[in-house]
Nanobody, 115 residues
């Protein structure tokens, strides 16, 4: 079955960096667009970045120039490199894939940006 397992979340100071990873299994990873979403405290889950099967990337305006999404198809893993972190980046980060009939989510990884 489809599984998405996020890792890499932590408590980090403002201005710091983190790299999140999402290990995928149960589907043809290299044929699918992968997404990172964020759910900030008290807010709706919202897309942060996406990467297509051929490496075309998209970002929400608030993270452009600071975050980089990438994928390693040999490892079935998608990454989110987060630099210059701000307090408003705090939240639970989720990995998502949309297959023919269903949307799948991981369980998320907590990122807290605080001094």
């Amino acid at each position: 079955q489809v599984q998405l397992v996020e890792s890499g979340g932590a408590l980090v100071q403002p201005g710091g960096s983190l790299r999140l990873a999402c290990a995928a299994s149960g589907f043809t990873f290299d044929k699918n667009t992968m997404y990172w979403y964020r759910q900030a405290p008290g807010k709706e889950r919202a897309m942060v970045a996406s990467i297509t099967s051929i490496g075309i990337t998209r970002y929400v305006d608030s993270v452009k120039g600071r975050f980089t999404i990438s994928r390693d198809n040999a490892k079935n893993t998608v990454y989110l490199q987060m630099n210059s972190l701000k307090s408003e980046d705090t939240g639970v980060y989720y990995c998502k894939v949309v297959l023919t009939w269903e949307t799948y989510w991981g369980r998320g990884t907590q990122v807290t940006v605080s001094s």
